[in-house]
């Protein structure tokens, strides 16, 4: 099976990523991915050579940012001797739907996804990531408490 387990080093994604290499198989693989929203202007974009380099920074640092917080979970896998893990880092305009892409195209089986502790009012105004990946992923999908 494939598996894929959504972190952000938040305290419920170390709760997801936990209970996906609990249970992991030995001949399951598992993708510890991070996705974060990026998105250069798009009148900069459009102009040949005049991106300042700022954004190429910026999006380098969210790169960046993402690949340390799946490494340390990566780390925890080597550490307890479990193969068959990578790191996958997405940074794109819309991190739900690039996740759901993600999904699909890796052909994922099972996700796992900590559930935030946002009230209702604000889960409402502002949505629900592991709420949109459970409606939208065609993968079944483990919310962790």
Excluded at 30 to 37: G, R, Y
Excluded at 41 to 59: E, G, I, K, T
Excluded at 124 to 142: C, E, N, R
């Amino acid at each position: 099976m494939k598996l894929l387990v959504l972190v952000d080093g938040s305290p419920d994604c170390e709760k997801a990523c936990n209970r996906a290499i609990q249970l992991k198989k030995e001949s399951d693989t598992l993708c510890i991915c991070h996705a974060c929203e990026f998105e250069e202007p798009p009148h900069l974009v459009s102009q040949q050579n005049s991106v300042p380099d700022v954004f190429a920074l910026a999006r380098k640092g969210f790169q960046d940012h993402g690949k340390a917080v799946c490494q340390k979970y990566l780390d925890r896998c080597n550490q307890k001797n479990i193969s068959g893990c990578s790191i996958s880092v997405l940074t794109t305009s819309d991190a739900k739907d690039s996740v759901c892409k993600f999904i699909e195209e890796s052909q994922i089986d099972t996700v796992f996804v900590g559930q935030r502790g946002i009230g209702s009012v604000t889960r409402f105004i502002v949505g629900s990531f592991s709420a949109y990946i459970l409606s939208h992923s065609q993968a079944d999908v483990m919310v962790v408490r």
